[in-house]
């Protein structure tokens, strides 16, 4: 026995410098090879783009959606209809990916295929999911999902957005704001109150070619930049009754969806964190200040290990909840728990990384600041972190606090 555990005593170093906990150890081979395949393609694709879109403000949001299609990341986690059926960690490791070039890229995967594709998959008829999933999984058509408004984010149950009946027809008049993807989508999920006689919050399956739809793009963004961002005006926009997803009433049905996109935004962000870190760490041993390396100064080491310690602690958090989402199935408040741990550290590595390039932190040839500034949208979007406390808050103590 102790001759076995002696020649275990010194195991081989991990590739990375970044994983100084070994987590390829406990991957698997499959695991491992998605996540070099998104890896490559973000470097071919994305990589030598990202900052030119970023700084323009536009994203070719439709041939990424094609490439990313081809690749079978869209909708990756959903079974059948075209999609390709991956477990829950192989889409966790996806976004990391895909969120290292940029949040703005993750979110044209995530809103597609876990809030757009998944409403349907999970709520829509058997025609809903014939007509829209397999050209949603190749990318051919673009999906939003609209359940904020103006003057209703973090409370949907009090939204303004109508369906009346007419006859057979559903007729919807209202707003939705800050929707990824929903000036160049070709379907939108949008979330109405149909009347407590109707289910009340009801979701629908709309054309964005239906009359009276139309989604202006939102410019003057600071954050998100590489990433169509819209409002949705509903004016009197008619649709057949066949429209409306029959399968979930009330809140449960947008908020279930906001679940799979909160799960892959609690690997994502990581992927931002992660890509601020290595260009810290890659700098600091490069860049001379009073004749020795940054790196060799302990205060630069000791951010370094706290932001490596964080970044670990949040990739096994991601990979424990991966697991028992792919066995168990999760709970809101386990999402709720990845979401703000992982977002509100990642959004610190970030800061502190660019702390360490000093003046050069603030350029847009490090990626660095691009990171920090959709990191403050990645801790509101799908819930802010003062929710997501209040949700941890409820499960600790079993009394509600958001009223």
Same mark, same amino acid.
């Given at each position: 026995m102790m001759a076995s555990m002696s020649a275990h005593a010194t195991p081989p170093r991990p590739s990375s410098p970044l994983d100084i906990v070994h987590l390829d150890a406990v991957l698997t081979d499959e695991e491992k090879a998605i996540r070099d395949t998104v890896r490559r393609v973000c470097d071919d694709v994305v990589e030598p783009n990202i900052v030119q879109w970023y700084e323009s403000g536009d994203l070719p949001a439709r041939?990424?959606?094609?490439?990313?299609?081809?690749?079978?990341?869209?909708? *990756?986690?959903?079974?059948? $209809?075209?999609?390709?059926? *991956?477990?829950?960690?192989?889409?966790?490791?996806?976004?990391?990916?895909?969120?290292? %070039?940029?949040?703005?890229?993750?979110? !044209?995967?995530?809103?597609q295929g876990s809030l757009a594709m998944f409403a349907i998959w999970r709520f829509g008829t058997e025609e809903h999911k014939q007509e829209w999933l397999p050209r949603m999984a190749a990318g051919e058509a673009i999906g939003c999902f609209g359940l904020t408004e103006p003057d209703h984010g973090s409370d949907p149950s009090s939204m303004r957005t109508r369906a009346r009946r007419d006859g057979t027809d559903w007729v919807l008049t209202g707003r939705k704001m800050w929707i990824t993807n929903g000036s160049i989508a070709d379907v939108a999920v949008v979330w109405a109150n149909a009347g407590e006689e109707n289910g009340g919050i009801r979701g629908f399956v709309v054309p964005t070619s239906t #009359? @009276?739809?139309?989604? #202006?793009?939102? %410019?003057?963004?600071?954050?998100?930049?590489?990433?169509?961002?819209?409002? !949705?005006?509903?004016?009197?926009?008619?649709?057949?009754?066949?429209?409306?997803? #029959?399968?979930?009433? @009330?809140?449960?049905? #947008? !908020?279930?969806?906001? %679940?799979? &996109?909160? $799960?892959?935004?609690?690997?994502? &962000?990581? @992927?931002?964190?992660?890509s601020s870190l290595e260009t810290a760490r890659r700098y600091t041993t490069e860049r001379t200040q009073f004749g020795k390396p940054l790196a060799a100064f302990q205060l630069t080491q000791a951010k370094l290990a706290h932001m490596s310690t964080e970044l670990q602690l949040g990739l096994l958090l991601a990979l424990h909840l991966g697991r028992l989402k792919d066995s168990l199935g999760l709970r809101p408040e386990q999402v709720s728990v990845g979401k703000y741990n992982n977002v509100t550290k990642s959004i610190e590595i970030c800061r502190t990384s660019r702390t360490l390039l000093g003046a050069n932190g603030i350029s847009g040839e490090f990626p660095i *600041?691009?990171? &920090?500034?959709?990191?403050?949208s990645v801790l509101t979007y799908e819930g802010t972190a003062e929710m997501h406390a209040l949700v941890i808050g409820q499960a600790l103590t079993g009394v509600q606090a958001f009223r």
């Open positions: 041939e990424l959606a094609r490439e990313f299609g081809a690749l079978g990341l869209l909708g *990756m986690h959903l079974e059948g $209809y075209g999609c390709a059926g *991956m477990s829950a960690v192989d889409y966790g490791l996806a976004c990391v990916e895909l969120e290292a %070039s940029d949040s703005g890229i993750r979110s !044209l995967v995530s809103v #009359p @009276g739809f139309s989604a #202006p793009k939102i %410019s003057h963004k600071l954050s998100l930049r590489a990433s169509v961002t819209s409002e !949705l005006v509903l004016d009197e926009v008619r649709l057949p009754a066949e429209a409306i997803l #029959p399968e979930v009433t @009330g809140l449960k049905g #947008p !908020l279930s969806c906001l %679940s799979e &996109a909160r $799960y892959g935004i609690l690997w994502g &962000a990581l @992927g931002a964190a992660r *600041m691009r990171h &920090a500034n959709n990191l403050e």
